[in-house]
């Protein structure tokens, strides 16, 4: 549906260095998608985002939609923006202050090319789209007494009068307040299953593309580390950049003595004793491989218990507890083992003190050996 | 400001052995006093002057309604109204097209060169409205290269322009207000959000549907509101109408009024009745103005978080607007200061020609500088700017500094700091010539009285500058003094005084820039010894000497662009927004 092939675009700060931008991104959406771009501020997203769009223009690669070559550097094509079949919602919303509801929301039927709507016909369909986001009492309202919440339905209303083959969305939650943000995050993704639209969202926080997204491109530096589920990134991430920039995890450098391919276990020597590890990606040997694995996932169980005795032989070490943090569904523990500091999360269910002697046991499934950078 | 002063202990001298009045500071007495006094004779003697026959000593005489009812029953009178009216309108509107034409060239788009037009506002400061009036009346006169270039292209024999009419003076009032209108209009372009452009876009609007839907649409407030404040200007001025309309016999209502008072022997009443009807004018025009650029604001207090000022890329278009640009900028600075230089440095000026380069020469400039009466002026014109902004900036500052603090009554100093504003200045000319007429001792022509006047006209751009100044010091940098125990005039003195320092410079040159350009209120009060640049200016023109003039009006400009550019500078560096 959507193709963007070794999309680049490079800014050059002021003295002349090569700044941020895009170093050579691919990926492809499918129809009906709700695709996102996640990354840290800088690593390039939005610059993807307004490519797409039309409103920057790249230095090399090929965007195209549907059949519609919308950029290519080596043909020299560029579609202006205004003659692509794309919507937009912007971060600001750029609900227009002159211009009353039912005007924000009919103008890009009354500007596009194309066939005209005869006014009745237009005013049922901005009708049926206001009603879609929950504004059809507003329609006559000025746009200026409308509420975040409201300028951000009412922009996304305009985005979709259109019936573009394409949604872009600029981070269009980050102005609003918490609470409004989970109730419209759950409320987008249901408008964009309704409608079907194929969507990008751009978003720097990792707890909104996980709920929103059918699949994520995490970025970082111009280039996107990986493309997968929600489950996939959260659960296999391929590289240690990808596995820390989504939630939390614990990080030990260890050496691996072999070349390792994608979906095998190997050993891993970590200051924690020797970890058989799952890889999620080919890895050659190396000195300083990393070995993630998130706090939740390690098992967790005071010395001469039943379920320490329980636990399997392997990926074991013992360790002294140092803190715990009671945070209501769970509980944070700090354990020390050796000279390293071990995060787990549990359900509060253990009974354990600081100073109490425990040991913790690494599940291989979820033990993952991970190059620093993958592309 | 998030805390706006919460409740101020009215400190400032209130402890001292002197009582409250009411619980007003005895500061803000004192100051409401000295603006009293000097505000409310001239308002006095304005009405008086129109209501009483003037006798030969200058005092009043019997009361009479008589030069209002001439007014009425004068036919020239509501055509020179109707002049007035069409002149205004049409300045207003050539101003605003060159104005947003170039705001959103250099605000909104990616044409290059457009930080070259920050030198327009540098020079249109600097430059005396006297001077750049008479350089358009060089550019576009008979013998000028406009109606050179305009017989050479058509092949007439006679020169197809006349300068000396309502559509010459339309265009050289209108290309003189176009930086003003420049200015205010890219601070509306700057402000708003790119994304409301690029929304517009993303709908499928082309570039020229997005400008006219879009940025125009959400200017249009602030583009309305200009309009009435070009279209006062313009009415209450003097310099233009008095130059390109009197000789084309096109008459307006300040001209009327200087012809009062300049026919023998002068008819005083006349003119105060001609300046009263003005006054009420251009004040319910103000009073619609206010009301206007409040609305103006609207549009611009809702941009989001995600800011961004982009512009828009024009492609292979941004030539086109590079020269449309690179044109205005010849036709606003290039040009004008091109003539003046040209004529300063012929013998006689016979328009521009190839042969007269041969006759290129500094005698003009050596003349004025051996000349006696030049240094006069120039000495005169230093010292009567310098005063009146030594006098209004310091006083100013401490208007406004009581005022922010909301020091209780300070208020009435804010409303009559800013109440000269209702009085154009050939009005505010016409009324102090009153008082110092009827003066015990002799102010009248000296320049004293030059001094006193233009303070008074220019207190309100003083208030406006010390104003913004002291808004953007924080409260709390002198609740910290008084915590430390420093008493409020101590506070006045070591933390204010220096926090707003920047402030009062940029006000100070601003009113020393401003009072030194304009010629309506020395032409009415200067004697033989008080003559200052302006009105050197001024009568060199109407007495021919023209490459004099130029060589003078040059020397002085150069000057004063200097000044005006460390005005800039300034005012850049300290975040005051520049007017």
Known sequence: ?375 | MTTPNRTVNNGFLSRSRLKNLFGISPIVVVLASILLVLIMPAVIFLFQSSLHETQFDGSFGAFTFQYYVDLITNDQFLNNLTNATIYAVGSAAVAISIGVLLAWIVERTNTPGGSWVLIISIISLGIPSVLYTISFLMLLGKVGPVNEILMWITGAEDPLLDVYSLWGMIIIEGIEFAPLSYLLLSSVFRSNDASFEEASMMSGAGILQTFRNITFRLAQPAILALLILIFIRAFESFETPALVGLPGNVSVITTDIYESIDEVPANYGQAGAFSVVLLFIVGGLLIWYNRLSRNAEKYQTITGKGFRPRVMDLGKWRWLTGAILALLFMIIIGFPIGIVLWVSMVPYYDGVSLEALKLFTFDNYRTVFNSRSFHDSIGNTVIMGAAAASIVAPFTALCAWLTVRRYKGAWILDQLATSPLIFPAIVMGVAFLQVFLNMPFGLYGTLLSIILASMVRYLPYGMRYSYAGILQIHTELEEASSMSGARQTTTFLRIVMPLVAPAMVTCWLFVFLVSVKAVSIPILLAGPKSQVVAITLFDMWENGITNELAAMGATWTGFMTIISLIFYMLAKRYGLSVR
């Open chain 1, 1 to 375: 549906m959507l193709k963007v092939e070794n999309l680049f675009k490079q800014y050059t700060s002021e003295d002349g260095t090569p700044g941020g931008g895009v170093l050579g991104a691919s990926f492809d959406v499918a129809n009906g998608e709700l695709f996102t771009l996640l990354g840290p501020s800088g690593c390039g997203k939005t610059t993807t985002l307004r490519s797409i769009a039309g409103l920057e223009q790249p230095q090399g690669g090929l965007i195209s939609l549907m059949d519609t070559v919308l950029y290519d550097a080596d043909k020299r094509v560029n579609i202006p923006m205004y003659e692509r079949d794309i919507g937009m919602v912007f971060q600001s919303y750029a609900i227009w202050p002159h211009m009353n509801v039912y005007e924000n929301a009919a103008y890009p039927l009354k500007v596009s090319k194309g066939k005209r709507l005869s006014s009745s016909e237009m005013r049922e369909k901005v009708r049926h789209v206001l009603e879609l986001v929950g504004l059809e009492d507003y329609i006559e309202r000025p746009s200026t007494q409308l509420s975040g919440g409201q300028q951000q339905r009412l922009a996304l209303a305009r985005a979709l009068t259109r019936e573009p083959g394409l949604l872009l969305l600029d981070e269009p939650l980050s102005n609003l307040d918490a609470q409004l943000r989970e109730q419209m995050r759950s409320e987008l993704k249901r408008l964009q299953r309704e409608t079907g639209v194929t969507a990008i969202y751009v978003t720097h926080d990792q707890s909104e593309a996980l709920a929103i997204s059918d699949r994520i491109a995490v970025m970082n530096d111009g280039l996107i580390m990986q493309i997968g589920s929600p489950k996939d990134i959260y659960e296999r991430p391929t590289s240690e950049f990808v596995a820390n920039f989504i939630g939390t995890t614990n990080l030990l450098r260890g050496a691996l003595n072999a070349d390792i391919k994608a979906g095998n276990e190997a050993p891993v020597e970590t200051p924690l004793g020797k970890l058989q590890c799952t890889f999620t990606a080919d890895v050659s040997a190396t000195p300083t491989v990393g070995v993630v694995i998130r706090p939740e996932n390690i098992v967790i169980a005071k010395i001469g218990d039943d379920k320490a005795a329980a636990l399997p032989a392997i990926n074991r070490c013992d360790g002294a507890l140092l803190t715990e943090t009671y945070l209501g569904e769970i509980v944070e523990y700090e354990v020390s083992v050796g000279e390293e500091t071990v995060l787990i999360r549990t359900k509060p269910t253990e009974s354990l003190a600081p100073q109490d002697a425990v040991t913790l046991h690494f599940p291989i499934p979820q033990t993952l050996a991970l190059i620093e950078k993958s592309t």
